[in-house]
């Protein structure tokens, strides 16, 4: 049997081998997946320490659902997606807030880079962040999955439990409304 962190082994493989009591198999599911569950999380939640907590919480009920997972065409990274979408839909219940989105989480690096581009990386992402802002809860959604994080039209489907054609039909709105906040019209000389 070969390591199972090898980038050729795919997720249906892995969750095989995990379900067959593997659990080097899980641990590789882990490590595949945890840093961007844990980037979607911090974007949608606006702080690193309960972004990395509920990153563990997905985690926790991905093993505690991984022998009843059947994959039946929603692919292993749209479930982990729909576990972390329904745990931050838990969190902003129970806290009743609204998520908010770390204006600076881009901007926290060390790799020496010139400071004038992280400067105009901060804007830009300072831009967007308020852009998102005016998009409603399940827009702001689709656009992250789908342009933030990577995720297919069906992936994010199967995330967030809607049809292809509803969020095709999110996607297009809240593209036009990023696109209006972040060009607003500009008078026209007549």
């Known amino acids: 049997m070969g390591d199972v962190t ?3 082994v795919t997720d249906v493989e892995l969750v095989a081998r995990a379900q067959g009591g593997e659990v080097d198999a899980a641990g590789s599911l ?7 569950v844990f980037r979607y999380l911090w974007l949608r939640l606006g702080d690193q320490q309960l972004a990395e907590d509920l990153t563990g919480d997905v985690f926790t009920r991905m093993l505690d659902a991984l022998p ?3 994959a039946l065409g929603i692919p292993f990274r749209a479930w982990l997606y729909r576990i972390a979408h329904n745990l931050l839909i838990d969190h902003f219940r129970k806290t009743n807030r609204r998520a908010s989105v770390p204006l600076d989480a881009l901007e926290d690096r060390e790799d020496g880079s010139d400071p004038t581009l992280a400067v105009e990386g901060k804007l830009l ?3 967007l962040m308020r852009a998102l802002a005016h998009l409603d809860h399940n827009q702001r959604e689709v656009v992250t999955l789908r342009f933030l994080m990577g995720l297919s039209l069906q992936e994010v489907a199967q995330a967030m439990d809607k049809s ?3 969020i095709k039909s999110l996607q297009h709105r809240g593209l ?5 906040a972040l060009h607003p019209v500009e008078e026209q000389v007549v």
């Open 6 to 8: 090898m980038p050729d």
């Open 125 to 127: 992402t300072e831009q």
């Open 30 to 36: 882990y490590d595949r997946h945890r840093e961007s």
């Open 176 to 180: 036009t409304m990023l696109r209006r």
């Open 164 to 166: 292809e054609a509803t």
């Open 68 to 70: 009843r997972y059947q």
